[in-house]
């Protein structure tokens, strides 16, 4: 959870620094509108993705949408492709699909 919430909090800075008095000369295609992220297992196999987009993190940090919001927006996007129930972190899998 707190690597997603890392990811969220980034763009926004990121967002926030570029819309900033610093970079007076500012052209906005430099920040891309989406970024899709893609999770992955030790293994390779793909967790989940989900994207967030410069519109979101924009009304985040001009007030218009609260963190709260700004985050549930991105959690929202989550589409898990392993059921997280399902899968432990660091567990290893034999030829036969039994965890060990």
Known sequence: MDERRTIAFGYAFIVEKWNSDEFPDKDH??????????????????????????????????GRYSTREYILLYEGSFDFKIDPD???????????????
């Open 29 to 62: 295609t430099w920040i891309p509108d989406t970024v899709n992220i893609t999770a992955e297992t030790p293994d390779g196999r793909t967790f989940t993705t989900s994207h967030i987009k410069y519109l979101w993190a924009y009304k985040e940090t001009t």
């Open 86 to 100: 399902e899968y432990r972190e660091g567990a290893k899998e034999d030829r036969s699909g039994a965890e060990s």
